[in-house]
């Protein structure tokens, strides 16, 4: 797949009624790409599980119930978005002095912040990708103090770039995680973020062979936490929601949206933040060894 490919792949047609959903079809497991049919009801179901809905039951009944299917989000749960965006930034300074004012810890930190109010447009279709990223350097170069120009944004939001993608891998052990869980339950991503993006990201970190399904909220015309993106995902493997466990790092995303959708969550908090909300959700801080996270998830 060249980049930028997959946005033209996934596609949404429409037929009066609405986007019509892009369908991603595994033709086998040894398969190294994603086959990909848009439409309704012309798909091939995997893993289709047959128990009774679980749907508003509790955690015990739901504990109760053998996981056969798992899903995940992508950036900071499979891709390692952290790692990749600290050796970007780390890079811009060996180049910019404007942002060697700031630690790499607190230009991390201004990063990010303008990133997550930006992303909300792009998620909207306010903006492109291009265009917030080039909005978020011309912000942090005048918090920096200079006074750039649209050339000079640009040129730095282009250095990020091309750093960023670089940097792209897979969260230590995740890739394993996957192929250990592989023989066992369907797997899924659901993403909050721009199809093409997303696609590159899975086809160069080598997730593709893996999965059963990618639910991205471009295509899907609904992101985390609303549990209508969580029923599309399920819909996709043929399962229940008390049959499936979600795993990710956003508490709110998707924690909070998977049980919201009936999905027991694990939350992925490889960094040891405090809870901020329900105690019993189970957690992860790592993904190694494989063997025990496959009996926490499958268990």
């Not at 900071?76 to 811009?92: G, I, K, M, Q, S």
């Not at 991205?216 to 929601?241: M, Q, T, Y």
């Amino acid at each position: 797949m060249r980049r930028g490919s997959g946005r033209d792949a996934w596609a949404p047609q429409t037929d009066g009624r609405g986007p019509r959903l892009g369908h991603p079809i595994r033709s086998s497991r040894s398969s190294s790409a994603l086959a990909i049919r848009l439409g309704r009801g012309d798909w091939t179901r995997l893993g289709r599980c047959d128990s009774a809905r679980t749907f508003g039951l509790g955690r015990a009944i739901l504990a109760a119930v053998r996981t056969r299917a798992i899903l995940f989000d992508l950036d900071d749960t499979l891709f390692d978005h952290w790692r990749c965006t600290r050796e970007a930034l780390e890079a811009l300074q060996g180049v910019y002095p404007a942002f060697r004012r700031w630690s790499l810890e607190a230009f991390v930190a201004r990063h990010s912040l303008w990133l997550e109010r930006y992303h909300v447009d792009v998620l909207a279709g306010r903006l492109s990708v291009d265009e917030a990223r080039l909005n978020r350097f011309s912000r942090l170069l005048t918090e920096a103090g200079e006074a750039p120009a649209l050339e000079t944004a640009a040129r730095v939001a282009a250095d990020y770039r091309e750093a960023y993608v670089a940097a792209w891998r897979t969260v230590p052990g995740a890739l394993e995680l996957l192929e250990a869980l592989h023989p066992h339950a369907p797997i899924g991503i659901i993403s909050n973020n721009v199809v093409g993006e997303q696609l590159e990201k899975i086809r160069v970190c080598g997730l593709e062979p893996y999965l059963d399904t990618i639910v991205i909220s471009e295509e899907a015309g609904v992101a985390k936490p609303d549990p209508r993106i969580f029923s599309i995902a399920l819909a996709r493997i043929g399962c229940e929601a008390g049959e499936a466990v979600m795993v990710g790092d956003a508490w709110e995303n998707d924690v909070v949206g998977a049980r919201a959708a009936g999905i027991r969550a694990v939350w992925f908090n490889r960094f040891d933040a405090a809870t901020p909300g329900a105690s019993d959700v189970e957690q992860l801080r790592s993904f190694e060894p494989a063997d025990e996270v496959v009996d926490l998830l499958l268990g």
